[in-house]
């Protein structure tokens, strides 16, 4: 790691902690030449790969636009969306992976998100799953039901 001031090559780590949710690493550091301290933080990468083959790096923030327009009117605060959202991030980063297919992802959303409400769930798969026809939410709401009543909720 080279140094910030004088550009020595070299650095020692004087301290490290987790940050940010454990998913990075700050690191206090100072250059044997200079004598001067300063601060690294270490994240890991996550690549998405879209179906067009595109990469772009993971996103908490595109997570939490796309459950937030599925949960547009719906009783669902911001917090509560941040944490799927954070849910989603800490299962995808889970599996070790450098690389996750964008259905990975939309996966990982699925399931938090039909816990945290079932009309935003329905908007997302319907969206996710490409329904086209009335079957397909028939099949989702079958799902739902038998998912209620195994997890020990009451109908209303």
């Known amino acids: 790691m080279y140094c910030p001031f004088c550009r020595h090559p070299d650095s020692r780590v004087v301290e490290t902690r987790a940050a940010e949710d454990g ?18 933080l270490e994240t890991t990468s ?9 990469a772009e790096p993971f996103s908490r923030d595109k997570i939490a636009a796309g459950v937030r327009k599925a949960c547009q009117g719906r009783p669902v605060s911001d917090d509560q969306i941040a944490l799927l959202a954070q849910q989603v991030e800490e299962a995808v980063r889970s599996t ?56 020990g909720e009451v109908e209303q």
Request: with cysteine; glycine share 6%; net charge positive.
């Open 23 to 40: 998913s990075s690493i700050r690191r206090r550091r100072q250059c044997p030449e200079c004598g001067r301290r300063f601060t690294t």
């Open 96 to 151: 070790g992976a450098a690389e996750v297919d964008a259905h990975e992802v939309g996966l990982a959303i699925l399931g938090p998100l039909q816990d945290l409400d079932e009309i935003a769930y329905l908007r997302y798969a319907s969206v996710y799953r490409s329904f086209t026809s009335l079957e397909d939410f028939e099949a989702a709401i079958t799902s739902l039901r038998h998912h209620r009543s195994t997890s």
């Open 46 to 54: 996550l690549v998405v790969v879209k179906r067009s083959g595109a």
